[in-house]
């Protein structure tokens, strides 16, 4: 029981270590960050709406005439004109990511300090658990020296 709670405290530093998460102690999150990504998706989208006729009008000579039924956000013709990125890109591309995921994780010290709530309530748990251990404990050994004396002849 006690390696249980252990472990439960070293995954919730852990887990805390993603800068998104929160204690549990602090309630749920969920909805709010849902609700932030949702309107970062929604500006990266009028962002991108606004600058489509800029993109239309550059490329004007290379797309052709154009459907105004089409509802692509990025119209097929503007994508066939992007290049594939090379591998040196593709590397430098994947190199900016993690030090993007590094930069937005925390490190073991703002792990631990945001894990304080839950660690405290997780050892107030481990103290509880062991308290009703002994108490179970020393009722057994109760009950088997009261048995033992029972049967002792006198």
């Given at each position: 029981m006690r390696?249980?709670?252990?472990?439960?405290?070293?995954?919730?530093?852990?887990?805390l270590k993603e800068a998104t998460a929160i204690a549990l102690r602090k309630g749920?999150?969920?909805?709010?960050?849902?609700?932030?990504?949702?309107?970062?998706?929604?500006?990266?989208y009028r962002e991108i709406q606004s600058l489509i006729p800029q993109v239309r009008a550059k490329f004007r000579d290379q797309l052709g005439p154009q459907n105004p039924d089409d509802f692509e956000i990025v119209p097929c013709q503007i994508k066939a004109l992007l290049e594939e990125p090379t591998e040196a890109e593709e590397e430098r591309a994947l190199?900016?990511?993690?030090?993007?995921?590094k930069?937005?994780?925390?490190?073991?010290?703002?792990?631990?300090?945001e894990a304080?709530?839950?660690?405290?309530?997780?050892?107030?748990?481990?103290?509880?658990?062991?308290?009703?251990?002994?108490?179970?404990?020393?009722?057994?050994?109760l009950i088997k020296f009261s048995r033992a004396m029972a049967t002792r002849p006198m």
């Open positions: 390696s249980a709670i252990r472990h439960q405290k070293i995954v919730t530093i852990e887990r749920d999150n969920s909805f709010t960050l849902a609700k932030a990504r949702f309107l970062e998706a929604w500006l990266a190199e900016l990511a993690r030090k993007e995921i930069r937005q994780q925390r490190n073991e010290y703002e792990a631990l300090e304080t709530p839950d660690l405290i309530r997780l050892e107030r748990y481990d103290r509880r658990a062991w308290s009703r251990q002994k108490r179970a404990i020393q009722q057994f050994v």
